[in-house]
């Protein structure tokens, strides 16, 4: 095995993934409570302590809210770029015993036996980021929280294996929706969210220019502006209008917000 992946939440309400490989395991974001952490590690037969750090996207409290009570309880150590510490720091209780460890926004650093490497993406928060990481040749993406498909983080997704994509809202329940204009214009400009639609372009883009067998993970969905099945459909449709068909060197399946996924292997 060289390269694994859980969800254990996706979308508004939190998110955080699990991901590594034999020898080092790491959350990316910690956007749920400590405890159900905790729990959800537990029925992968882990423990926090068996983390090797969290890296951290951004400071949103959908991917920050269980940080202090486990970077506090377990030693955890944060990996964040500047801009996202300083936000940090303003925010967690527990600042001062924090163990950060700032990385460089598109270089790539080792943590364990993986490389890690963040690449900036188009959100309204200080400095938000992706990440790949690769062990062995096999390579896990993770682009969610951005507005816009960027050609940095095309040619990250491009170069990915499994693919964690985010499929937000669908452009038009959200524009009908309940949700103040000031958040509508918010959630589709350039520093918001991707949509179904846009997350099914992206993916058309990276397997056109290299069609490897992928997995790909969508993820982040809203729960006011998206439902699963259009979201799965959508960019289906999006990829067929462009002669690409799912296969098994191209599987799409779906995150779900309050459920863990399965364990993906690479």
């Known amino acids: 095995m060289t390269l694994q992946f859980c969800s254990l939440s996706s979308g508004s309400s939190g998110n955080c993934y ?9 959350l ?12 959800r ?10 983390l090797s750090g969290i890296l951290v996207t951004h ?16 030693h955890l150590p944060l990996y964040m770029n500047r801009a996202t510490e300083e936000q940090l720091r303003t925010l967690c209780r527990n600042r001062e015993d924090m163990e950060i460890r700032l990385f460089e926004n598109s270089e790539t650093f080792l943590l364990g ?26 390579t896990i993406c993770t682009a969610t929280d951005t507005g816009c498909i960027t050609e940095e983080i095309l040619s990250e997704l491009t ?15 959200l524009k009908m929706g309940r949700y103040p204009w000031f958040l509508k214009q918010r959630i ?21 220019s290299d069609p490897r067998p992928r997995q790909v993970l969508l993820a982040h969905l809203s729960k006011e502006n998206n439902f699963p099945e259009m979201a799965w459909q959508t960019v289906v449709n999006v990829l067929e209008s462009r002669r690409i068909y799912l ?12 459920e863990m996924s399965g364990v993906y292997v690479l």
């Not at 699990?18 to 790491?26: K, Q």
């Not at 990316?28 to 729990?39: L, N, W």
């Not at 170069?159 to 329940?173: F, S, T, Y």
């Not at 099914?200 to 990276?206: D, E, H, N, P, R």
């Open 247 to 258: 296969n098994d060197d191209l599987r799409i399946s779906l995150l779900k917000r309050d």
């Open 59 to 74: 400071e949103h409290t959908d991917h920050i809210k269980g940080i202090d009570t486990l970077s506090k309880k377990y």
């Open 41 to 50: 590690l537990k029925r992968l037969g882990l423990r926090p302590e068996d």
């Open 113 to 138: 036996d993986l490389e890690v490497r963040a690449f900036p993406v188009s959100h309204d928060a200080a400095d938000t980021v992706g990440f790949s990481l690769q062990k062995g040749g096999a």
């Open 159 to 173: 170069a990915a294996d499994l693919m964690v994509l985010e499929a937000n809202h669908d452009e038009d329940i």
């Open 28 to 39: 990316v974001d910690a956007g749920i409570s400590a405890r159900q952490i905790t729990e």
């Open 188 to 208: 589709l400009s350039d520093l918001g969210h991707l949509s179904n639609e846009a997350a099914g372009l992206a993916l058309a883009l990276a397997v056109e």
């Open 18 to 26: 699990l991901a590594g490989s034999d020898r080092t395991l790491v």
